[in-house]
């Protein structure tokens, strides 16, 4: 059974950078595709982005500018950084396991998710 | 366009069935997934692929797409399955990930 946890501060000042690291057991980093998905108080769900098996990167248009996620094969964690963060990015970041296969696609194990909230 | 449009809210008595719509141009390529979500929890998977269940979900639910539409059908739904249920899917290029707006589900 693969397990994710999330870990990184819960309060992160407006300008700042935003960081958070996902521990993943019962599955390795080095193969399937581990994303960051986050979800603003009161609304729905938004793919950040992900990082693959063979650490090649993929992110949502409208944070490509912002975001990097890299990951450590040592730990079998990957991080997320998004830089110059205002309250819009006030949310529950989640980490999650995004397998493909052709046409099919599936963030099939998720994090239980960690409260960020951008405040001075 | 590339987003993916639920109903907001959707209702059902104990016991009967109900469909839950997700609508994109993007779902005429690639197959949605849906999840369900709790108050407090995470996601969780509840049907990917054409109608794929991952282990321990019920046979009750049941997914299906025609065009740019797929749905989620739960077949005698119980109390338990009262829930926000989340689509997601590809966009148009199929590079990036989208979610549907979400539809939260009462049972009556």
């Known amino acids: 059974q693969v397990q994710l946890q999330e870990s990184g501060p819960g309060l992160v000042n407006p300008s700042e950078t935003l960081s958070l690291s996902c521990t993943v057991s019962?599955?390795?980093?080095?193969?399937?595709?581990w994303s960051w998905i986050r979800q603003t108080p009161g609304s729905g769900l938004e793919w950040i982005g992900y990082i693959s098996y063979s650490g090649r990167t993929n992110y949502h248009p409208s944070l490509k500018s912002r975001v990097t996620i890299s990951a450590d094969t040592s730990k079998n964690q990957f991080s997320l950084n998004l830089n110059s963060v205002t309250a819009a990015d006030t949310a529950v970041y989640y980490c999650?396991?995004?397998?493909?296969?052709?046409?099919?696609?599936?963030?099939?194990?998720w994090g239980q998710g960690t409260l960020v909230t951008v405040s001075s | 366009s590339s987003d993916l449009t639920q109903d907001p809210a959707v209702s059902v008595a104990l016991g009967q069935t109900v469909r839950i719509t997700c609508q994109g141009d993007?779902?005429?390529?690639?197959?949605a997934t849906w999840y369900q979500q709790k108050p407090g929890r995470a996601p969780l998977l509840v049907i990917y692929d054409k109608n794929n269940r991952p282990s321990g979900i019920p046979d009750r639910f049941s997914g299906s797409n025609s065009g740019n539409t797929a749905s989620l059908t739960i077949t005698g739904a119980q109390a338990e399955d009262e829930a926000d249920y989340y689509c997601?899917?590809?966009?148009?290029?199929?590079?990036?990930?989208?979610f549907g707006g979400g539809t939260k589900l009462t049972v009556l």
């Open positions: 997601n899917c590809r966009d148009n290029n199929g590079n990036h990930w989208l």
């Open positions: 019962g599955g390795s980093i080095t193969s399937d595709y």
């Open positions: 999650a396991r995004l397998t493909i296969v052709g046409a099919t696609s599936a963030f099939d194990y």
């Open positions: 993007s779902l005429r390529s690639y197959y």
